[in-house]
């Protein structure tokens, strides 16, 4: 049974930050994409970074570039994304997601599973 468990959201000022973690289980974490989406109150879900199975590309939102880093350590089936200079706007819920031997897909369809997510809010 894959799961995906997201850790680390909260509650946090504006400026400050908070690095996301997502431990995966039940699957061969190496041969997946994993990707971090987003969601907040009254709109879709949107792609916030992701990374091939490999690790040798990514994909960062224009809204996050520069500010947030998605990494991924296989030896601990762990996928995490350290969130820099947050913004009111980055407040959603985050979700981590594997997509089998993607390329780090923006395209939510695309992958296969996905966690419970986990609320990040950020204050004014």
């Known amino acids: 049974q894959v799961q995906l468990v997201e850790s680390g959201g909260g509650l946090v000022q504006a400026g400050g930050s908070l690095r996301l973690s997502c431990a995966a289980s039940?699957?061969?974490?190496?041969?997946?994409?994993m990707g971090w989406f987003r969601q907040a109150p009254g709109k879709g879900r949107e792609c916030v970074v992701a990374i091939s199975w490999s690790g040798g590309s990514t994909y960062y939102a224009d809204s996050v570039k520069g500010r947030f880093t998605i990494s991924r350590d296989n030896a601990k089936n762990t996928l995490y994304l350290q969130m820099n200079s947050l913004k009111p706007e980055d407040t959603a819920v985050y979700y981590c997601?594997?997509?089998?031997?993607?390329?780090?897909?923006?395209?939510?369809?695309?992958?296969?599973?996905w966690g419970q997510g986990t609320q990040v809010t950020v204050s004014s």
């Open positions: 997601a594997a997509e089998h031997r993607g390329h780090g897909s923006s395209w939510y369809a695309k992958y296969d599973y």
């Open positions: 039940g699957l061969t974490f190496d041969s997946y994409a």
